[in-house]
């Protein structure tokens, strides 16, 4: 499992607050052949406390500073640690967090009321100095926030009261708000960061946050502790320690869930879904997660430089085996880069109308070939980047090289180690030897809008280098807008034109996937764990 990795003084994706529905879920039914399945809006409350809990991680955090926190092993640990002024609920909603309320006078200006009586885990009170300190680290390019692009906006973050704190925009901005339920918003003191200088967020140095949990012990390689914080402002958590243990190895992974080594975990691998399911030790949850898988181009210059080539790999393309092999079932097929769960709070028959005729509803193989005679493509060169990493890539590369082999043209796979694949979200070089490569990705924010800054141009997450001023100027038109029915409307408009250019070929969207063993309960079952506590309201089971 893994999203695209932002490198330094970058912050991609989006921001959270989607809303979806209060209990029961949903219950789509899977994709033939694969797993049946169906989204849970939430697990059974606890009944009570535990001592402590062990979840397993496919990794081990590089560093656990909030401004770089930007992938899930980081934001799945410090979501327990530390806290945002606004707060995203299971439910992947918006309320308050640390700020008690936010006013919005104008629209370049955002005031937020801070919460009074909030405790430091090292014992101080938290003031509008540390709320001001905290923002203004990811301004300071020196520190290299990867949350810059979230903040690129902010003109000044000032203290306007004993705990009040106002910032001002550059221009007007319908995302900042949102952003300010993830880390872009989070607060530590100021006083031990100055006073922890680079070791801050280290396993050297530690953390100092106002969560329900403490940082305790971090035994690299191996494992982090998260303590019971016993002066937190809010709900007392209910487990007293929670062990992070650190096993990268799928079926090691696996196997611990089915022998109670590990109580449970997310980010659960397709390959591992039979076997848990038939362990009888627990169960295995899907919930929203705002995950796509598509196919990123690269190259403008080639043959899938031209708009029909690109739209003939959509039309042969077998999305649906897709799903059912490399995601075991369970997922949908998607018609736009933006998540159909991120659009909050707009009429189905709006998003419906949004998404009308983006993509085709099944494949047309004949129709595709007819587009790369047109394109006098016929026998032309693709290079598709593929690597070990896991089904939603080599699987997915593999099914582009059928595909475009079937349709006429010459489609070779690049093989990548999986370190080195990385570099194709942050090395435009490294980009330069292929044309298309598979692209997980998630957004942080439930707004359809912020899926489509990286086709602006120079965005740095604009792999293909595309740039149309028509597309940008629509994109700060609903950027600026407030009213989110007008915002929606411009953001279907925007959508349409990036489906028109197929710059991303969607393929599908994947659910949150998570294992709990008996004997716990009360996990979300949404990747709120991003940034919600979730860590605080698992307990017993029975």
Known sequence: MRRSPKPRNLAGAAVLCVLV???GGTAPS????GTSYTLSAGTPPAKGDIPAFTWALYAEPSGLDYIHAFDYPQNMILANVCESLMRWTPELTMEPGL???????DPKTFVYTIRPGVKFHGGGEMTADDVVYS????????????WNKALDNVESVTRTGPMQVTVTLKRPDALFPQWMATSAGTVVSAKAAEAMGKRFGTADGGVDCTGPFTLGTWTKGQSIELDRFAGYWGRRAKAGKVTFRFIPDVTTRTATMTTGETDGGYLITPDSY????ASGKGKLYFGKSLTTVSLSVTNLKGAVGDVRV???LMLALDRQGFVRTGLGGVGALSAAPAPRDAWQGVPETAIDTAYDGLAPASRDVEQARRLIREAGATGKKVVVATSPIGPDVSLLATAVQAAGTEIGLDVELKTIAPDAYTALFSDPTAREAVDVFPNTYYLSITDPLASYSVFRSGDFENYSGFSDPAYDRLFDQ?????????????????????AEQALWIPVAEWPTTMFLNKRITGAPTTIAYMYYPWAADVGAAG
């Not at 899977?30 to 052949?33: F, H, L, S």
């Not at 700020?99 to 006078?105: E, L, Q, W, Y």
């Not at 923002?135 to 990867?146: N, T």
């Not at 007008?486 to 408009?493: C, D, I, N, P, Y």
């Open 478 to 498: 609903a950027a600026a807008e407030y009213d989110l029915a007008k915002r929606a409307e411009l953001t279907a408009r925007l959508q349409r034109m990036a």
């Open 30 to 33: 899977g994709v033939p052949g």
């Open 99 to 105: 700020a008690t309320k936010v006013a919005n006078p």
């Open 21 to 23: 529905a209060a209990c």
């Open 274 to 277: 039979p076997r848990l399911e």
């Open 135 to 146: 923002i203004r680290r990811h301004l300071d390019p020196a520190l290299g926030s990867y």
């Open 310 to 312: 690109r739209k003939a």
